[in-house]
């Protein structure tokens, strides 16, 4: 039968389940005949230069990312959650309804303190898990301070704290990393999406990943001991497996996807290895550090611009609307520094006929559900949107619980009554579209000149998406050669990521500058007959027809307690040649082609590890030119923003390759024509690689903000960057305090960055012109003059999507929220549509989606579509046709603009025309029902605005959140300033 339920309680004292909070060593002994060590001693008190309340941070929604079994079962029947899985919750929900008058003193009602070491007071739990190292977890938050008296024991420590804190989300991601999540979590929808998009973008076989970990390994001495760290690491994690699998208190999720029998402990929870660790941090990096591509989109909006308007005319206005190189699009750093611009006279540009493009399915063989889509018939549990905790207050775990219900979860584990967990993960573990690129995070950063202490002041952080357990996870690393604390990804948690050292912090946000191309290859056939779109074999550098190499994983699933998927499977297959993976196949000029994406960084995942390393080593970091020089090390495309004691620094890391003179990396190129890159060698995907004076950086200007905005002139940045960016709801606010002479507390600046995080970007930047246009005469309606006053008060005053106080249940201005929300994606076609024409129109909103609302679904594609508000995710306004809009009205305005799209749109560019079209969607919107804007869903009533907006927590366990106030701010977050240094 099931271990009892008290017994289940007392052996999660590990970590991995509820309740033992005593300072006591909390390892499972190997047999009954080993002791447990004495209780560790406290570690030294470290030095530390943090300014009072200057070293704070959140990672919401908890530390604790493991439950078991009993845990998962009180979750879902009666609603309480493991302790510290929820803790830093309300804090980080918190901000958004309290930043007005924020304090320095009042910080910690939002963040945590992120200094050095645990206060003796505040310790939880102090344990050893081998002689070398010992860990300490705060008793509020269960974060570990893991200090070791020797590299391995640290390293060690850190593998083993991780997999106490996010061991099935570790299994997740390695899973992914492989392309066998199916395999693993079940058939549902969102996990084959989520597996075919890794295969496709990043597929490996284990000798590429292994040939990866030895050419690091033997790159020298960092490589080497990088190497080691990671052995050492891993040994942590696959101790703490064997503990946990002997004494049960391993994730409950292995029991509900099929892989461990709870009654018998008969199945397995496989080690990790190295190779694994390649998988993670190939998926990571791709998702949050790539960029690029897209040139396959880009030349069939090419086409379509010459289709309409002819060749030459037609090049010029995709030119416009491309927007490499804006000249009004707000920038972090000064300075031009050019990277992947078109060239004046390109060579090797190639463009698919018209018609002839057929994507590549690397699907096959699919049987069962994956052939019939056949989906779970049992409704997932609303686990997410359980009643949250009274405010400020820790969730009810299963040891608070009054006997009767403990009885009861006892009587469930004792006859194996699962019933109440069914279908978990009907829906998935992670989102299907998790690996598409995303722009997210922000920073803000002010020079001691405008601080009232005269030292810097940091806010800043990564936005890696809202995930219970979050993908990211909190500690400290204390031991030879390294000193850091803050966030690392699950599962390569060897360094910290983000954070701070000895006297420094630095974080990143994703950057996505042009670090990937797509090739136009031949195709043949080995025989010498002709060749078609269907031929797998293509032309090589030296000539040969030589057939695709297969990367395949085959998947099958059967359904389990966690998804209910009827049995099925197929085979993924990606094709790869020398000029990278293959995207899709057409005809150019008549001749069969495939299409070929390469990444920089593709059989080089592993090379970043050595800047990380070095960011965590304090006798390598001792300014922020020592960190600018590290990060050339960090081959991914990352803004990398530092702040210490005297100093801010700004610098953008990643592989960028030099290209052959004439290539057009923003187009497709004839993979023989000599153009791609210098130095390319096809066996490694080693390039000549842009020096670190090229990248983008700057210390100590006045002040640097990003938000995945353009780091600098010069530096070709994505579709519709332009006039108009995310970026300005920062730069507006941190110049224009400057320019008012206000001094910066680290309060100050976490409110600017809040009410930022708040505001509709379309209202604040975008609404005035449109009102401009509109109020150039009376409008006659009644009815609609009073929408237009409506939209006019919401501006001025801030254009803030926000309650007037917690749980007020609405938005202040809610009906001018409503209007906007049904207008822009029915104004955006109204405006473009009629001189685009449709078939243009739609390619470009293809390559540049219309709208990044919070939620709403009116207009404008498919619900769900790019082109359509996403709800529940937090990151909003990063994509969107702001710009456009912007500089077309300003055209029909007559007002000057910089980088004009060619001619103007709206109403054919007359301006009274161009109020009716405005005026005539306005009333359309004003018109549509909330329920139509707000459609409902899963999680919400129809029309219910606020819900729509609010952040939803995927849950990749059996454990779920409550839903938090909408808020577009990082999901990791820093608060920093020092006082002193060494």
């Keep these: 039968m099931f271990p009892s339920l008290t017994r289940w309680l007392r052996t999660g004292a590990a970590g991995a389940a509820l309740g033992v909070v005593a300072t006591t060593v909390a390892v499972l002994p190997a047999s009954p005949a080993k002791a447990f060590p004495p209780p560790p001693a406290a570690p030294a008190p470290l030095a530390d230069h943090c300014a009072p309340a200057g070293c704070m941070d959140i990672l919401a929604p908890g530390q604790n990312g493991n439950a078991t079994l009993v845990e998962i079962l009180g979750h879902q029947v009666f609603g309480t959650r493991p302790r510290h899985s929820s803790s830093q919750l309300d804090m980080y929900d918190n901000l958004v309804h ?31 898990p081998r002689a070398d190292v010992t860990i300490t977890r705060d008793a509020d938050h269960g974060i570990p301070h893991i200090h070791g008296s020797t590299r391995e024991g640290t390293m060690f420590g850190a593998g083993y704290a991780a997999a106490e804190d996010r061991l099935f989300l570790m299994d997740v991601l390695r899973r992914v990393g492989r392309g066998e999540l199916t395999s693993f979590a079940g058939g549902a929808e969102g996990n084959r999406g989520l597996e075919q998009d890794l295969w496709r973008n990043a597929p490996y076989t284990e000798e590429d990943k292994q040939a990866q970990i030895d050419r690091v390994a033997s790159s020298g001495e960092r490589g080497a001991r990088a190497m080691a760290d990671v052995e050492a690491y891993l040994e942590g994690v696959n101790t703490y497996i064997d503990q946990a699998d002997r004494g049960r208190y391993y994730p409950g999720e292995y029991v509900l996807t099929g892989h461990k029998n709870a009654i018998t402990n008969s199945g397995r929870i496989e080690h990790f290895t190295p190779t694994d660790v390649v998988g993670i941090a190939s998926m990571v990096g791709g998702i949050f550090g790539g960029g690029g591509g897209g040139e396959v989109q880009a030349a069939l909006v090419l086409a379509g611009f010459q289709d309409r308007y002819g060749a030459e005319r037609g090049a010029e206005l995709y030119d416009a ?22 060239p004046e006279d390109p060579v090797g540009e190639v463009l698919p006929d018209p018609g002839s493009l057929q994507p590549h399915d690397i699907v096959q063989d699919e049987h069962g559900s994956a052939l019939t889509g056949a989906t779970a018939d049992t409704p997932a549990p609303r686990a997410s949107t359980m009643a949250e905790p009274e405010e400020g207050a820790e969730a009810l775990t299963v040891e608070d619980l009054p006997q009767e219900q403990q009885d009861e979860l006892q009587r469930m584990v004792d006859e194996g009554d699962l019933s109440a967990v069914e279908g978990v993960f009907d829906d998935g573990v992670l989102p299907e579209g998790f690996m598409d690129p995303r722009g997210m995070s922000n920073a803000l950063l002010v020079s001691g000149e405008h601080t009232e202490s005269g030292s810097p002041v940091a806010v800043m952080g990564p936005q890696t998406g809202y995930f219970s357990p979050q993908l990211l996870m909190l500690q400290e690393l204390q031991g030879p050669g390294i000193s850091a604390r803050g966030a690392s990804f699950a599962g390569v948690s060897f360094y910290v990521q983000m954070g701070r050292g000895v006297d420094y912090a630095w974080s990143a946000t994703s950057a996505g500058q042009d670090v990937t191309d797509t090739f136009a290859v031949r195709l043949c056939e080995t025989d010498g007959s002709a060749p078609t779109t269907a031929s797998r074999a293509y032309v090589d550098g030296s000539g040969d027809c030589v057939p695709f190499e297969e990367l395949k994983v085959a998947n099958a699933w059967s359904p389990t307690v966690a998804d ?30 495939a299409f070929t994406t390469l990444r920089s960084t593709y059989m080089r995942e592993v090379d970043s590890i050595i800047g990380f390393q070095r960011f965590n080593d304090p006798d390598e970091i001792t300014s922020a030119q020592d960190f600018i020089r590290a990060s050339e090390d960090i081959g991914y495309a990352f803004n990398w923003h530092y702040v210490d004691d005297t100093d801010i620094a700004f610098v953008n890391s990643g592989d960028n390759p030099i290209r052959v003179e004439g290539t057009n990396p923003n187009l497709p190129i004839d993979a023989y024509s000599g153009s791609g890159w210098s130095g390319w060698d096809p066996e490694t995907n080693a390039a000549d690689h842009h020096p670190l004076e090229d990248h983008p950086q700057a210390v100590d200007p006045d002040y640097i903000v990003n938000w995945n905005n353009k780091p600098a002139q010069g530096y070709t940045s994505g579709w519709s960057t332009g006039s108009v960016h995310r970026g300005d709801l920062l730069d507006g606010r941190v110049s224009a305090l400057i320019d008012g002479g206000h001094r910066f507390t680290t309060a100050s600046l976490t409110q600017v960055m809040m009410e930022a995080g708040a505001a509709d970007l379309r209202a604040q930047e975008v609404l005035p012109l449109l009102l401009e246009v509109i109020d150039t005469r009376p409008v006659d309606d009644p009815a609609l003059a009073s929408v237009v006053e409506e939209l006019r008060l919401w501006n001025e005053a801030g254009s803030l999507r926000r309650e007037p106080f917690r749980d007020a249940g609405y938005y202040s201005y809610a009906n001018a929220i409503r209007t906007l929300d049904a207008w822009w994606p029915l104004l955006v076609q109204a405006q473009f549509e009629p001189e685009l024409g449709g078939d243009l129109y739609t390619a470009l909103t293809r390559a540049a989606q219309t709208d990044e609302s919070p939620s709403g679904a009116t207009g404008g594609g498919e619900p769900g579509s790019v082109n359509q508000g996403q709800p529940h995710r937090g990151s909003a306004f990063q994509y969107g046709w702001w710009s456009y809009v912007d500089k077309d009205l300003r055209m029909v305005l007559g007002r000057p603009v910089d980088g004009p799209l060619g001619e103007a749109h709206c109403g054919g560019g007359e301006l009274d025309s161009c109020r009716t079209v405005l005026l005539d969607t306005l009333a359309q919107a004003a018109d549509t029902p909330a329920g139509e804007v707000y459609p409902g869903d899963d999680h919400c009533a129809v029309g219910d605005q606020l819900c729509a907006d609010t952040v939803i927590h995927q849950a990749v366990g059996g454990i779920g959140m409550w839903p938090i106030a909408w808020q577009n701010r990082p999901t990791y977050q820093l608060v920093y300033q020092f006082s002193g240094g060494r």
């Design 564 to 593: 209910g998927t009827p049995a099925g499977g197929y085979t993924l297959t990606s094709l790869r040649s020398e000029f990278g993976l293959v995207h899709s196949f057409a005809t150019v000029d008549g001749d069969p082609v």
């Design 321 to 342: 609307w491309r927007m490499e190189n804006d000249p009004e699009a707000v920038v972090s750093v000064e300075g031009e520094f050019p990277y992947s611009g078109t």
């Design 98 to 128: 309290h930043y007005d008058g924020l304090t320095t003193e009042g910080l910690d009602d939002f963040f945590l303190d992120a200094s050095f070491g645990v206060d003796p007071g505040d310790v939880g739990r102090r344990y050893r």
